[in-house]
């Protein structure tokens, strides 16, 4: 029995090739279009009501009229969502798609904003076909695409005026602090993962996905317009995909000239925990997240992945702010390492040793970067517990140089040993295999000259 996912898959396909073969596709959707606009409707559930009302039942026998009896019967049981799907439901879904795109450009032109109505098919690609019909109609239609740029306006100086509107009320208060905290002083930490996540519901915020699809420059800039990382951070979409790189190249400066983050720094780094979700996916198939591993090659999955990284670290060179933003992420992704969480797969087959997204994530970026002469300054400016993460990051680009055993000793006299990170297992992290800091060590070491004159773990501080 084909899983969900296959079923449809194939039930859009059908509904695709229906209209494609059929003359009379644009009359069907005006006439969608007319009855969706005067049910009066508001992207609720569908109920008997609606579909024992009278336009439904006129709908539904012009349909029969134009030999479409499933799609009629699919549209008289419209309000049942248990048992079979009728084989009709697609091709309406599909049309329910298209229809609300028609009204919703056509709302656009009279500068109003009147969300679509898709009438809880979502999950049978009525939001698919929406998404796409509108984005290739605004390319084709300036005055529309201006009003859908007024649109976007709107909603952005919305959440500027008024960002608790979009949480509960029992967390309205903690949202505005902190808007206004973040407004005040951008936080790196606060930008890579928010404390609000779990508070904010932004629903309008499909229209970024819209902006990203008609002009990616625009979408980048009013992104960085948002007030907070956790509205950027809703909107941007891990199925970016190859598209990503060119993002990271285009996203608004994270830094200024002098090191300090900006407020619309948050774009570039959501867009970089993206591609994290992006390299995932590659090693590990469709469903990384879930852990639940797919059949792959993994020697295919293994170029394709050098692949991404390369052009993933090509737009990051090309940055005004490269790299400093690169420093930034290799610190995080290490973070993120020895947490495990999501970069920690739980399957026990041979390949999972063979292909690690994190290690090759970590090596590239790491090759693109230079040793930096303010290492030490660089790892103070942290709190101990954090101090690690930056020595392992300094380690990782050392290991990397063209020539590393020449810099091996001065790095680590001058650095682990001064340093000396302040939590008890710190020695035995940076000499373990098992973690992130601990691989990237061994490797640093592997590169020295006599590697065991240079380096002896000793309790919680380093000698020589």
Not at 199 to 214: E, M, N, P, Q, S
Not at 430 to 444: E, M, Q
Request: hydrophobic fraction near 40%.
């Amino acid at each position: 029995m084909a899983d969900w996912k296959t079923v449809r898959a194939d039930g859009i396909a059908a509904a695709k090739r229906i209209l494609d073969e059929r003359s009379d596709t644009a009359e069907l959707r005006a006439i969608v279009a007319s009855w969706i606009a005067g049910i009066g409707l508001e992207g609720s559930q569908p109920s008997e009501d609606l579909t024992s009302d009278p336009s439904t039942v006129d709908l539904a026998e012009d349909l029969e009229r134009r030999n479409l009896p499933k799609l009629a019967e699919a549209l008289r049981l419209l309000h049942q969502r248990e048992g079979k799907i009728p084989q009709g439901h697609w091709l309406l879904a599909k049309l329910v798609g298209l229809a609300a795109a028609d009204n919703f450009a056509q709302a656009l032109i009279e500068d109003e904003f009147r969300p679509p109505v898709l009438l809880s098919m979502d999950n049978e690609g009525s939001s698919d076909a929406f998404m796409s019909a509108l984005s290739e109609r605004l390319k084709s239609d300036q005055t529309a695409q201006d009003g859908f740029w007024r649109a976007v306006e709107r909603l952005v100086k919305q959440l500027h005026s008024k960002p608790e509107a979009s949480g509960l009320s029992a967390h309205q208060e903690t949202i505005t602090r902190a808007v206004q905290s973040y407004q005040a002083k951008p936080d790196v930490e606060e930008a890579w993962e928010s404390h609000l996540d779990s508070h904010v519901f932004f629903g309008d915020g499909y229209l970024f996905d819209i902006a990203r699809r008609v002009s990616p420059a625009r979408y980048l800039e009013y992104l960085g317009q948002l007030p907070h990382p956790v509205f950027v951070e809703q909107w941007v979409a891990e199925n970016h995909g190859r598209n990503l790189p060119d993002l990271v190249r285009a996203a608004p400066l994270a830094f200024d000239q002098a090191g300090t983050f900006q407020p619309q720094g948050m774009v570039i780094l959501c867009l970089l925990k993206a591609c994290s979700a992006e390299c995932r996916r590659i090693a590990w198939g469709e469903e990384a997240a879930a852990h639940d591993r797919q059949v792959i090659d993994i020697d295919s999955a293994s170029s394709e992945l050098r692949i991404f990284v390369d052009a993933l670290i090509g737009g990051l060179s090309k940055r005004q702010d490269g790299t400093l933003v690169a420093w930034c992420w290799l610190e995080h992704l290490i973070l993120e390492g020895e947490r495990g969480g999501s970069w920690r797969y739980n399957g026990q087959d041979r390949e999972e040793a063979v292909l690690d997204p994190l290690v090759t994530l970590i090596g590239q970026l790491s090759s693109m970067l230079r040793s930096r002469p303010d290492y030490i300054a660089w790892i103070n400016e942290v709190q101990p517990l954090r101090r690690i993460n930056r020595i392992a990051a300094v380690l990782a680009v050392a290991g990397q140089q063209q020539s590393p055993g020449a810099d091996l000793t001065p790095t680590l006299t001058d650095v682990l040993i001064p340093v000396a990170p302040s939590y008890p297992l710190a020695g035995s992290a940076l000499s373990s295999p098992d973690c992130v800091v601990g691989r990237i060590g061994g490797g640093y070491l592997l590169s020295a000259n006599n590697p065991v004159h240079h380096w002896k773990p000793s309790g919680t501080r380093f000698a020589r």
